[in-house]
């Protein structure tokens, strides 16, 4: 195969994902092709055969992409969500504490729709709605930009995130822990193969992607460098093959 054609949903995210199997295919002199768009349109195209890899499934929550003949292949990183307090110091060590800390922090829970269900059930898991604490659901982007405002003007709140995600690498802010799982638990970040596609690919091209180790710490690294330093996904992606992007 001289191309490939590869599919990604619109996010930053699954961006420097698919940068970094892109690479990949550039160095096997492979041209890729890309498909940019929602998850449930390209889930279709993958089925029918009309992309050839499909960047990233997060398994099990995206296993209705697992169509009859598409393959899962490479274990790139662990996705996991979790709810985090803008404060590294402080006694709230423990989503058990929450419901039991002062007035210092906020009971408006600033909250992605992604992890509505999950914040829903960290509420009644430890009680927080009794304790005065309340959602405020945004879309993803715009919960991110208030999540960030608020970091920066230091303020205390609960923060509920999905590794990895640029705010990871920036830091300033303490992952609470889970002791009742209410958050999920983690994940599998795989690449899927189109039906057929293991029967025409390289083997060797096949096999390198398989093998391929990412991490929430360089795809957080990496959505960082998008965001906030102009760089694309490309740049971004060299930049960590180069060993500029974290500390060696």
């Given at each position: 195969m001289t191309t490939i054609t590869l599919a990604h949903p619109d996010s930053t995210v699954h961006e420097a994902t698919a940068a970094a199997i892109i690479r990949v295919l550039e160095a096997n002199d492979v041209e890729p092709e890309i498909v940019i768009g929602p998850k449930s349109?390209?889930?279709e195209m993958l089925k029918n055969g009309e992309v050839d890899l499909y960047v990233s499934a997060w398994l099990p929550d995206d296993s209705d992409l697992l169509?009859?003949?598409?393959?899962?292949?490479?274990?790139l990183f662990q996705p996991s969500a979790c709810c985090c307090i803008s404060r590294e110091d402080g006694p709230v060590v423990s989503l058990s504490d929450v419901a039991q800390a002062g007035s210092e922090l906020s009971r408006t829970i600033i909250t992605p729709a992604s992890l509505k269900k999950h914040v829903e059930q960290m509420l009644a898991d430890y009680a927080l709605a009794?304790?005065?604490?309340?959602l405020k659901v945004l879309p993803d982007e715009e919960a991110l930009a208030s999540i960030t405002a608020a970091l920066n003007s230091k303020?205390?709140?609960?923060?509920?995130l999905v590794q990895p995600c640029?705010?990871?690498?920036q830091g300033g802010f303490r992952i609470l822990s889970d002791p009742k799982g209410s958050m999920g638990k983690e994940q599998e970040a795989r690449i899927l193969m189109r039906p057929g596609l293991a029967d025409d690919m390289d083997q060797d091209l096949q096999d390198e992607l398989d093998e391929l180790m990412l991490s929430v710490k360089v795809i957080s690294a990496m959505d960082f460098a998008m965001r906030t330093e102009g760089l694309t996904a490309d740049e971004a992606a060299e930049s960590w093959q180069r060993g500029k992007l974290l500390p060696r």
């Open positions: 349109a390209l889930a169509a009859p003949g598409v393959t899962p292949l490479g274990k009794d304790a005065g604490f309340t303020e205390c709140i609960l923060m509920p640029f705010l990871f690498h």
